[in-house]
């Protein structure tokens, strides 16, 4: 009996021992064991670490219980198991090795084997989702406001599957995230998704659907977009021609006639565009005596008499189409008198295209004009509108001469232009005040108009 209660004594301290060893390994290798594995989640390396620490606390077991093996061993499986699926969230067992052969060191190998491959394959699967879902820039092939297709966001249950698959990560990519804003132009009223941008370089085919669209419809609002489209794809020599082409003119200038000033600003913008091209302005002559009256009556420096004028003066660049427009040099000297300063100097540039053509001069200097008209040859005035000025009472003395016209000059009223350049003197009087003026530019153009008198 002594014997057997001293072998009694010896196993109960041993495996008293073996607790308290197991304890200690709780308290501290098991503690910094989680703390790493949580941190496993934030890079890898850290994951070999917990591994090892997980082995040498399996060491330890297996080395303080080696006198009662069988029930230290499937306690400590237990344990250790139980340790590492609270630090790490993961339910699987660690059943590789043979339960028989190889002791908790297999097993803690085995089981370091198995989560370092689990954690692997999760890092390489967030690593996936977090190229689609951390970075939502627009793709080139996407749809944009105003483009093809409507909108350029993506679906909802794309954004939802991301989220998902992003797990832990979701508030790191929300704060990581590159939205890319859409790209939004103006509009004036309505919601319509037009089917091109109103800056894109059309081909012959897209054209044709955009002028069939125009053609159609009676929204100001599609009518205003597709003006637009078609103005700014007509700025080029190739679209000129196709747009011509394809029937594009009338279908253009039949919107003059509306009431609506937007649509008809837009109108003389496009057709301001095609008249570059010399063929284009054989369709659109039919139009210029239309842009003509409507330009004269349209309200007073208003964007639609800004436009008028730029498409007319494109238009009589050459001779061909002046004569055309003889029957509103009253309205335009009239104009040049009464408009602010930009709708001067466009009026201005407007009639030296008529003075620049010697077999129009009778028709102008005939022409009734304000006497008020002399006052633009002041100081007070820039130099834009001072060089405009000069140089169509230069061009206009110029054909005079030409054409012989001074000795005529019993057939002009005093209320014409002949009368107020030629023979009444204040025009030449007002012209050699300007000699002393603070710009070097005007000085000598006024200089230039004085040899010749």
């Known amino acids: 009996m002594g014997r057997t209660r001293e072998a009694g004594c010896v196993a109960a301290g041993m495996v008293i021992g073996a607790g308290a060893c197991y304890c200690v390994y709780r308290l501290t290798w098991g503690k910094d064991a989680n703390e790493k594995i949580w941190d496993d989640e934030e890079e890898s390396s850290d994951i070999s670490e917990t591994g090892v620490e997980a082995e040498q606390g399996a060491k330890t077991n297996v080395d303080v219980g080696a006198g009662v093996r069988p029930q230290s061993d499937t306690k400590a499986k237990a344990e250790v ?6 630090g790490l969230g993961v339910k699987k067992e660690a059943h590789c090795g043979s339960p028989s052969g190889g002791g908790l060191e297999a097993k803690a190998k085995a089981l ?10 999760k890092m390489g699967k967030g690593a996936r989702v977090g190229n689609i879902s951390g970075n939502r820039t627009l793709a080139s092939s996407l749809p944009c406001p105003g483009g093809r297709g409507g909108s350029c966001h993506p679906s909802k249950s794309g954004a939802r599957a991301g989220s998902r698959a992003n797990g832990k990560s979701k508030g790191k990519s929300r704060s990581k995230s590159t939205r890319a804003l859409p790209t939004t132009w103006p509009v ?9 941008k109103i800056d894109d370089i059309l081909s012959t085919p897209d054209l ?17 977009v597709a003006l637009v489209t078609l103005g700014n794809n007509a700025a080029y020599s190739f679209n000129q021609n196709a747009i ?9 200038a039949k919107l003059i006639k509306t009431k609506d000033p937007v649509i008809r600003e837009k109108t003389y913008n496009a057709l301001n565009n095609l008249s570059v091209n010399t063929e284009n302005q054989g369709k659109i002559k039919t139009y210029i005596s239309q842009v003509c009256d409507d330009t004269m009556i349209c309200r007073l420096d208003s964007a639609v008499q800004m436009a008028g004028l730029r498409l007319l003066t494109n238009m009589t660049v050459t001779n061909h189409y002046q004569h055309l427009l ?10 040049l008198f009464l408009g602010n300063h930009f709708t001067k100097i466009q009026t201005m540039k407007l009639i030296i295209n008529f003075t620049e053509n ?27 509108i001072l060089l405009n000025i000069l140089t169509v009472f230069e061009n206009i003395n110029d054909n005079i001469k030409t054409e012989g016209l001074a000795s005529s000059r019993k057939e002009f009223s005093r209320s014409s232009l002949f009368f107020l350049f030629k023979e009444s003197g204040v025009c030449v009087k007002k012209i050699r005040a300007l000699a002393s003026h603070n710009d070097l530019v005007v000085k000598v153009k006024v200089l230039k108009v004085l040899t010749k008198l």
Do not use: H
């Not at 370091?112 to 394959?121: G, R």
């Not at 003889?326 to 104009?335: M, Q, R, T, V």
């Open 244 to 252: 011509r082409e394809l029937g594009g003119v009338p279908v253009i």
């Open 81 to 86: 198991r139980v340790g590492l699926e609270s």
């Open 326 to 335: 003889s029957y509103s040099f009253p309205d335009l000297f009239a104009l």
């Open 112 to 121: 370091f084997n198995t989560l370092k491959e689990q954690a692997s394959a």
């Open 358 to 384: 010697p077999a129009m001069t009778r028709e102008l200097v005939s022409c009734k004009v304000p006497s008020e008209l002399i006052s633009l040859f002041n100081k007070e005035w820039d130099r834009e």
């Open 188 to 196: 004036r009223r309505g919601k319509f998704n037009f089917p091109y």
């Open 208 to 224: 044709q659907k955009v002028l069939n669209i125009l053609e159609r419809t009676n929204d100001p609002f599609i009518q205003e």
